[in-house]
Nanobody, 120 residues
Framework: QVQLVESGGGWVQPGGSLRLSCAAS????????MGWHRQAPGKERELVAA???????SYADSVKGRFTISRDNAGNTVYLQMNSLKPEDTALYYC??????????????WGKGTLVTVPS
């Protein structure tokens, strides 16, 4: 079982910054890829950023140059630094990780989400 604890969401004025964190804990061999998705009201969930176990990163075009994904040295915590926030960044942000489970291989886990609000 893997637990994901997200934090860092909130309300921020346009142009402001927030830093999201997601810590994985539980029984697993290791954590592979980690990422952040978001879902705005009335829209489908979309991938915002992802980072591999080897620290290769990828970003949605809409956040390139503004958001930075990183992970700690232990590899079990992922961060999303969000700068120059815009109203269109308003969404529920979900952490997603691939955890290697003994005898099961890599399984997908999701956090409960943390709300980011940027008023227009």
């Amino acid at each position: 079982q893997v637990q994901l604890v997200e934090s860092g969401g909130g309300w921020v004025q346009p142009g402001g910054s927030l830093r999201l964190s997601c810590a994985a804990s539980g029984t697993f061999v290791s954590i592979d890829a980690m990422g952040w998705h978001r879902q705005a009201p009335g829209k489908e969930r979309e991938l915002v950023a992802a980072i591999s176990r080897g620290a290769t990163t990828s970003y949605a075009d809409s956040v390139k140059g503004r958001f930075t994904i990183s992970r700690d040295n232990a590899g079990n915590t992922v961060y999303l630094q969000m700068n120059s926030l815009k109203p269109e960044d308003t969404a529920l942000y979900y952490c997603n990780v691939g955890a290697v489970i003994f005898r099961w291989g890599t399984l997908d886990y999701w956090g409960k989400g943390t709300l980011v609000t940027v008023p227009s």
